[in-house]
C-alpha cells in the first residue's frame, strides 16, 4: 500500500566491517536480539526468524513499560547485498498494511555502505517514531560490528 506525499525513511551509515559481517548480523537472531531495540533502556529483543525468502519474522522489543512486537515476511534474500522484508508495527495504526524495509550493502573501502530504507509508511506521528528507531538501530548495529 503506499502513502502519496510521505518520502520514504532512508538512512545510511559507512561500517568497518565487510559486507559479509553486516548481512549476518541482519540473519542471526541472537546478534539482531542486542541490538534490535530502538528506545533508550530497552532490554534485549526476542527474536525469531524463519530466514528465507517466503519466511516470517517475529521481533518483541521489551520497554520499560511495554512491549512492542514487529512482523513481517522475508521478500528478498540476496547475501551479501541485499534485504527486502515487510514490516508490520505496533507503532503503525492497524488500518496500514504491511510497510517495506530494504537494506542494501555495497563495499566502501574496506568496510560497507549500509543503506537503509523504510518505505509504504503512513503520514502520521508513526513515521517520525520508525526514523529516530531506525536511526538508533543503525548506531547501535555499527557500534556492535565496531566492538
Do not use: N
Request: charged share 25%; glycine share 8%; aromatic share 8%.
Amino acid at each position: 500500500m503506499s502513502h502519496p506525499g510521505r518520502a520514504p525513511i532512508v538512512q545510511e551509515r559507512d561500517l568497518r566491517a565487510s559486507p559479509e559481517a553486516v548481512f549476518r548480523a541482519w540473519s542471526d537472531p541472537a546478534r539482531l536480539s542486542g541490538w534490535l531495540c530502538p528506545a533508550e533502556g530497552m532490554r534485549p529483543a526476542s527474536v525469531e526468524l524463519d530466514f528465507r525468502v517466503g519466511g516470517a519474522f517475529r521481533i518483541v522489543m521489551h520497554g520499560a513499560e511495554r512491549d512492542y512486537g514487529q512482523t513481517g515476511v522475508y521478500l528478498e534474500i540476496d547475501p551479501p547485498k541485499r534485504l527486502v522484508f515487510t514490516w508490520v508495527s505496533d507503532f503503525v495504526p492497524e488500518a496500514v498494511a504491511a510497510t517495506r524495509v530494504t537494506v542494501s550493502l555495497e563495499p566502501a573501502g574496506s568496510g560497507t555502505r549500509l543503506r537503509l530504507v523504510h518505505d509504504e509508511l503512513p503520514d502520521s506521528d508513526t513515521y517520525d517514531g520508525h526514523a529516530a528507531g531506525w536511526s538508533r538501530i543503525l548506531d547501535l548495529v555499527t557500534a556492535d560490528l565496531e566492538a
